[in-house]
């Protein structure tokens, strides 16, 4: 999954990491004017990475950072979703789906200056087949791989156990990195990639400088530094974007506040798609999220449409399951349990909850987080619920909640893509254990691509008739940037927020 926690909020198997390095030393400002003379980048965001290996921690403020940009894979989504060559050049899959055969970048090099060969690419997936600290979310997308096998330096092949169509889209994410292998032992201290930039430094959960990459093999960077600098504070992000003290919002976090950035001779707003769907998640452990009705009366109670006026100024999708509009098996299904607190307390009532109902909501201090527990807790408390809303800091958040399941409804932002398969994992924090709808992701996972999206359609109706959750929204991509800049990515296809196409009409 991908918790979004960088850009947004967090998504996946999001596993807490406790590491505090800094690598490095400090970074300089930005600004019009600094970012002008020395090609610097700030990049406002909500959260900076609490750890610096996205394959043994899923906070999603990591791959934000450093996919693509640090780290490359073998394919690579482009801005509307489409898989494309990074560092294989092509590949081909046999008749019956199981063998890929990839046909490697011969120029690509590591930032070491070690060769990004076939050896680097089974050292890199063996490793994420075999190593214990692995994430779930990783483990089960690269669960269909069996063996890698080096053909000559510049081919591999990979060989799976069953047909997977998906496979191939989860290598372009965290999963499919290659990681140099001369440096793999030391990378949750020290980035150790094949792109543009290399890691400079790192204040834990407060910003991550990377620098122009010696000698990249590719096209080479616009700019020779760039900080990802998180804020908890949205007022103080817009604030600082309008002193010039950032360069770009990677996701404005008050969208009510957009218009002070609608001087276009200064700023560029894109209004672009995401893959977070923020979920109003319950524990399906406690004995009141069993019964149905209790799941659908909150489903009932909440206005989707006003919360996403409120909180987001109307920006963003209203989904109604785990899909968002970019994904193939899209439907709209926001209606399926349409505003109705009338019939939300007499389903309580049916359940034996007629105003006798208490719920902890804890949530991580994200402004949409936090903002949609202020709406929600006021409108359950309109149909009988009594709602605690307790806000964590987002360490702790992951901790209680993610790890521990210390919560009875809680709200944060998915943003891997796909993720709609964690609730097929009975052990996620979700506690959801339905083995029909277990069964049909089986199915759309290993039958025939042609029925792929049938099958992934009749999962998504599941989760909404079965009101697993309450899908509040969809979050807007929306960014903020210079005017002068040019290339900014409009939507978020993956986790990264991809800086290698972004340049300046100014040089």
Same mark, same amino acid.
């Given at each position: 999954?991908?918790?979004?926690?960088?850009?947004?909020?967090?998504?996946?198997?999001?596993?807490?990491?406790?590491?505090? &390095? !800094?690598?490095?030393?400090? &970074?300089?400002?930005?600004?019009?004017?600094?970012?002008?003379?020395?090609?610097?980048?700030?990049?406002?965001?909500?959260?900076?990475?609490? *750890?610096?290996?996205?394959?043994?921690?899923?906070?999603?403020?990591?791959?934000?950072?450093?996919?693509?940009?640090?780290?490359?894979?073998?394919?690579?989504? #482009?801005?509307?979703?489409?898989?494309?060559? !990074?560092?294989?050049?092509?590949?081909?899959?046999?008749?019956?789906?199981?063998? =890929?055969?990839?046909?490697?970048?011969?120029?690509?090099?590591?930032?070491?200056?070690?060769?990004? #060969?076939?050896?680097?690419?089974?050292?890199?997936?063996?490793?994420?087949?075999?190593?214990?600290?692995?994430?779930?979310?990783?483990?089960?997308?690269?669960?269909?791989?069996?063996?890698?096998?080096?053909?000559?330096?510049?081919?591999?092949?990979?060989? !799976?156990?069953?047909?997977?169509?998906?496979?191939?889209?989860?290598?372009?994410?965290?999963?499919?990195?290659?990681?140099?292998?001369?440096?793999?032992?030391? %990378?949750?201290?020290?980035?150790?990639?094949?792109?543009?930039?290399?890691?400079?430094?790192?204040?834990?959960?407060?910003?991550?400088?990377?620098?122009?990459?010696?000698?990249?093999?590719?096209?080479?960077?616009?700019?020779?530094?760039?900080?990802?600098?998180?804020?908890?504070?949205?007022?103080?992000?817009?604030?600082?974007? +309008? +002193?010039?003290?950032?360069?770009? %919002?990677?996701? @404005?976090?008050?969208?009510?506040?957009?218009?002070?950035?609608?001087?276009?001779?200064?700023?560029?707003?894109?209004?672009? &798609?995401?893959?977070?769907?923020?979920?109003?998640?319950?524990?399906?452990?406690?004995?009141?999220?069993?019964?149905?009705?209790?799941?659908?009366?909150?489903?009932?109670?909440?206005?989707?449409?006003? /919360?996403?006026?409120?909180?987001?100024?109307?920006?963003? &999708?209203?989904?109604?399951?785990?899909?968002?509009?970019? #994904?193939?098996?899209?439907?709209?299904?926001?209606?399926?349990?349409?505003? $109705?607190?009338?019939? *939300?307390?007499? !389903?309580?009532?049916?359940?034996?909850?007629?105003?006798?109902?208490?719920?902890? /909501?804890?949530?991580?201090?994200?402004?949409?987080?936090?903002?949609?527990?202020?709406?929600?807790?006021?409108?359950?408390? $309109? @149909?009988?619920?009594? @709602?605690?809303?307790?806000?964590?800091?987002?360490?702790?958040?992951?901790?209680?909640?993610?790890?521990?399941?210390?919560? $009875?409804?809680? %709200? @944060?932002?998915?943003?891997?893509?796909?993720?709609?398969?964690?609730?097929?994992?009975?052990?996620? =924090?979700?506690?959801?254990?339905?083995?029909?709808?277990?069964?049909?992701?089986?199915?759309?996972?290993?039958?025939?691509?042609?029925?792929?999206?049938?099958?992934?359609?009749?999962? *998504?109706?599941?989760?909404?008739?079965?009101?697993?959750? #309450?899908?509040?929204?969809? /979050?807007?991509?929306?960014?903020?940037?210079?005017?002068?800049?040019?290339?900014?990515?409009?939507?978020?296809?993956?986790?990264?927020?991809?800086?290698?196409?972004?340049? +300046?009409?100014?040089?």
């Amino acid at each position: 999954m991908g918790f979004r926690v960088g850009r947004r909020p967090l998504i996946g198997a999001v596993l807490a990491g406790s590491m505090a &390095t !800094l690598v490095g030393c400090s &970074t300089s400002g930005s600004g019009s004017g600094a970012s002008s003379q020395a090609h610097n980048l700030v990049i406002g965001t909500s959260v900076a990475p609490n *750890a610096l290996d996205p394959s043994t921690n899923s906070a999603a403020a990591i791959p934000q950072a450093l996919l693509y940009n640090v780290y490359e894979t073998l394919v690579k989504l #482009d801005n509307n979703g489409a898989i494309k060559p !990074l560092l294989a050049t092509k590949w081909e899959q046999s008749d019956d789906g199981l063998t =890929y055969t990839f046909n490697l970048q011969p120029q690509a090099k590591f930032a070491s200056g070690a060769a990004v #060969d076939a050896n680097a690419v089974k050292t890199s997936f063996d490793r994420v087949m075999t190593e214990p600290k692995i994430t779930s979310a990783i483990k089960q997308q690269i669960a269909p791989m069996a063996a890698v096998n080096v053909k000559d330096p510049t081919t591999v092949e990979v060989v !799976l156990s069953q047909r997977s169509n998906n496979w191939l889209y989860y290598m372009a994410q965290a999963a499919g990195i290659v990681y140099d292998p001369t440096k793999i032992n030391d %990378i949750d201290k020290q980035p150790a990639g094949s792109g543009p930039f290399e890691m400079k430094e790192w204040h834990q959960n407060e910003l991550v400088t990377l620098k122009r990459a010696g000698s990249y093999w590719g096209t080479p960077t616009k700019f020779d530094e760039v900080t990802f600098k998180s804020f908890t504070d949205p007022n103080a992000e817009n604030a600082a974007m +309008s +002193s010039g003290d950032l360069d770009i %919002i990677s996701n @404005v976090q008050a969208p009510q506040a957009l218009s002070q950035f609608n001087d276009t001779s200064k700023y560029t707003i894109l209004d672009g &798609t995401t893959n977070s769907e923020v979920v109003m998640g319950f524990n399906h452990q406690k004995d009141a999220f069993q019964d149905i009705r209790v799941r659908q009366a909150i489903n009932y109670a909440i206005n989707r449409g006003d /919360l996403l006026k409120t909180v987001a100024a109307g920006h963003g &999708t209203l989904i109604g399951s785990m899909v968002p509009p970019t #994904d193939p098996w899209y439907e709209d299904l926001s209606n399926t349990y349409g505003y $109705d607190p009338d019939k *939300a307390r007499q !389903l309580l009532k049916d359940a034996g909850h007629e105003n006798n109902l208490t719920l902890a /909501l804890r949530v991580p201090t994200l402004p949409y987080a936090t903002a949609s527990a202020t709406f929600v807790a006021s409108a359950l408390k $309109d @149909v009988g619920i009594t @709602v605690n809303v307790d806000q964590l800091d987002f360490t702790r958040w992951i901790d209680e909640v993610m790890t521990k399941s210390n919560y $009875d409804l809680t %709200i @944060v932002g998915h943003a891997e893509g796909r993720d709609i398969i964690k609730w097929a994992e009975p052990g996620y =924090y979700w506690h959801y254990n339905n083995p029909d709808f277990q069964k049909l992701i089986a199915e759309a996972e290993t039958g025939p691509s042609d029925e792929q999206v049938g099958l992934m359609k009749q999962a *998504a109706r599941i989760l909404a008739t079965d009101a697993v959750a #309450d899908f509040l929204y969809l /979050l807007a991509n929306l960014v903020v940037t210079r005017a002068d800049l040019e290339g900014v990515p409009k939507n978020l296809t993956s986790s990264s927020f991809d800086i290698t196409s972004i340049s +300046s009409k100014n040089f």
